[in-house]
C-alpha cells in the first residue's frame, strides 16, 4: 500500500508556464483534496472531489483547475504559472465513513 | 463560516515537560469534527487525534489528548512527558458537518512547538 502519491516532488516554472500536478491513492478512497501551503501559514483548501467525475472549489481556487476522471486520481492543473503560486502543494484523500485525511508528501512549486 | 484560531505562533518546552496547544474554533453547525496534526520539519502532516462534537468524552492516542471544552468552542490538545522528536508544527483543523459527504477541512494557522533537552 502506498498510500497517496504525489507526482512530482519538486518542480521551478516560469511564469506563464502550464504544468499538472498529480495525486494518486490506493486506498479506494472517495473523497480527495488539494491544499496549498505558504511559509508559516496552515493548508489553505483549493479543489476538492466528493468522487469520480466530480469537483468543487475550495477557499483559494483562482488560478488553478482540477479533473478527477478516475477514482484513484486528482489533478491539479495551473494553465499560466504566476509567482503567487509558489507554494507547498499537498493532497490528501479520506473514505467515506472515515474521519481521518492521509495526505501526500507534499509537491515544491516555485515559480520564477 | 467556520474558522479555526491558534494564538501561540511558537512554544519552548524543556524535556519532559507537559504541553499545551490551544485551538479555538467558531461554527454554528451542530455537528462537527476537530483534528490535530503535526508536520515535522521533513513537511509531512501526521494526523494525531479527532474529536466528534457529540463525543462525550475527550479523546486520547498515547501521549496526546485533546482538552475538548464545547460551550467554550476550545480543543487544546495536551501531550504529556514532551520528548525531543515532538518539536514541529502543530496544526488544529475543523470540519463542518461532519457526517456530510460534501465537509471539507480547514486549518489553523500553526504553533511551532520546540522542545528544550
Known amino acids: 500500500n502506498a498510500g497517496v502519491t504525489q507526482t512530482p516532488k519538486f518542480r521551478v516554472l516560469k511564469t506563464g508556464q502550464s504544468m499538472t500536478l498529480l495525486c494518486a491513492q490506493d486506498m479506494n478512497h472517495e473523497y480527495m483534496y488539494w491544499y496549498r501551503q505558504d511559509p508559516g501559514m496552515g493548508l489553505r483548501l483549493i479543489h476538492y472531489?466528493?468522487?469520480?467525475?466530480?469537483?468543487a472549489k475550495g477557499e483559494v481556487p483562482d488560478g488553478y483547475n482540477v479533473s478527477r476522471l478516475k477514482k484513484q486520481n486528482f489533478l491539479l492543473g495551473l494553465e499560466s504559472a504566476a509567482p503567487s503560486q509558489t507554494s507547498v502543494y499537498f493532497c490528501a484523500s479520506r473514505g467515506q465513513r472515515h474521519y481521518e485525511q492521509y495526505f501526500g508528501p507534499g509537491t515544491r512549486l516555485t515559480v520564477t | 463560516a467556520q474558522k479555526i484560531t491558534q494564538t501561540q505562533p511558537g512554544m519552548f518546552v524543556q524535556e519532559k515537560e507537559a504541553v499545551t496547544l490551544d485551538c479555538t474554533y467558531d461554527?454554528?453547525?451542530?455537528?462537527?469534527?476537530l483534528f490535530w496534526y503535526k508536520q515535522p520539519s521533513s513537511g509531512e502532516m501526521i494526523f494525531l487525534i479527532y474529536?466528534?462534537?457529540?463525543?462525550?468524552q475527550n479523546a486520547t492516542e498515547g501521549r496526546y489528548s485533546l482538552n475538548f471544552q464545547k460551550a467554550r468552542k476550545s480543543a487544546n490538545l495536551v501531550i504529556s512527558a514532551s520528548q525531543l522528536g515532538d518539536s514541529a508544527m502543530y496544526f488544529c483543523a475543523m470540519r463542518e458537518a461532519a457526517y456530510s459527504s460534501a465537509s471539507k477541512i480547514i486549518f489553523g494557522s500553526g504553533t511551532r512547538l520546540s522542545i528544550r533537552p
Open positions: 474529536q466528534g462534537s457529540y463525543d462525550q
Open positions: 461554527t454554528s453547525d451542530p455537528s462537527y469534527g
Open positions: 472531489s466528493v468522487g469520480e467525475g466530480t469537483t
